[in-house]
């Protein structure tokens, strides 16, 4: 009994060709969009050519006032002018006005301050300043005579500080009334030579006057004999100023 062979079969190819062609299409694709897509790489500007202009910064924002001007104030208002350069108040006083330096003393006769005092006032000082070096304590000037301008600087200083003439008037005469003007007061320091001063001036004439004021002293010879009178409360209380 004779079998038939069985038949060959041709294998299919069409199943492959379609793959392949499918991979070609999606590559294809791909390579589109990349070509398509803006390019993320950062671009670096070329330096202008030799001689040419650089190219001025764009200005984002940019309104009336926003950049400084020649002569301006570049933070204030578009049209705010910057004061000129200081050259000290106009109303400065110095030296020969009767400002004295830190640590002055009665002896330094080269400073106005000093050497333009009542010459009484002067000599009691000297007697009492040796008197209290004896002591172990140094008398110092803070102020003596001064320049009506001076006291006037002072009053202004005042009525800033304390806030009204009437109130500055406790601590600083006028010009027209001021002892110091006169050349008849001093103002002593340290404090422990006004201290010093306060317990033995009365023997050399030198007395304190002001009870608000324990630097202020003036001359009473009276007081050598009959010690110093009771002081006024502040200058507001002294005869001297209202007249």
Do not use: K
Not at 99 to 116: F, K, S
Not at 202 to 220: D, I, Q, S, T
Request: one cysteine or more.
């Amino acid at each position: 009994m004779t079998r038939n062979a069985p038949a060959r079969t041709t294998p299919h190819r069409g199943g492959r060709v379609s793959t392949a062609a499918l991979l070609v299409a999606v590559a294809g694709a791909v390579v589109a969009m990349v070509h398509l897509a803006p390019s993320t790489r950062p671009v670096h500007s070329e330096p202008p050519a030799a001689g040419s202009a650089a190219p001025e910064p764009a200005v984002v924002d940019a309104h009336p006032g926003a950049l400084a001007r020649p002569g301006r104030d570049a933070v204030g208002p578009p049209d705010a002018v910057g004061p000129p350069d200081a050259v000290g108040p106009p109303d400065a006083v110095g030296p020969a006005d009767g400002v004295l330096p830190t640590g002055a003393t009665i002896d330094d006769d080269e400073l106005a301050g000093v050497a333009r005092l009542d010459p009484e006032l002067l000599a009691a000082l000297r007697q009492a300043a040796a008197d209290a070096a004896a002591d172990g304590v140094q008398l110092e000037v803070n102020s003596g005579w001064r320049s009506p301008a001076y006291q006037e600087q002072l009053l202004r200083e005042a009525v800033g500080e304390h806030g009204s003439e009437e109130e500055a008037a406790r601590w600083v005469a006028t010009a027209e009334t001021s002892a110091h003007v006169s050349g008849e007061a001093v103002d002593v320091g340290p404090p422990a030579a006004a201290q010093w001063l306060a317990e033995h001036g009365a023997e050399h004439g030198l007395c304190r006057v002001y009870g608000n004021e324990p630097w202020h002293f003036e001359l009473r010879p009276a007081a050598v004999d009959q010690g110093c009178p009771q002081p006024y409360a502040d200058p507001t209380h002294d005869p001297r100023m209202h007249g």
